[in-house]
């Protein structure tokens, strides 16, 4: 597994929160993603050998958030 932190810009409440798991959850080699609002951090869990970091950025781009 590897994993990678990303920091997102535009989450106010749980309803980001949610909406970003599940946007990144949805991407391809995504394990497990897990958001916290307080740092604005997205920690993703990536299945061996799947790591894809732009695809993960542009699911958060596309549901109106800011990958930094
Ligand atoms: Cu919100």
Redesign the pocket.
């Known amino acids: 597994m590897t994993q990678e932190t990303i920091k997102v810009e535009g989450?106010?409440?749980?309803?980001?929160q949610l909406r970003v798991k599940k946007a990144v959850e949805a991407v391809e080699g995504v394990q497990r993603a897990d958001v916290n609002l307080q740092t604005k951090q997205v920690t993703v869990d990536f299945e061996e050998g799947k790591k894809n970091l732009e695809k993960v950025k542009a699911a958060i781009r596309e549901n109106g958030y800011e990958p930094i």
């Not at 989450?11 to 980001?16: K, P, S």
């Open positions: 989450m106010t409440c749980m309803h980001c």
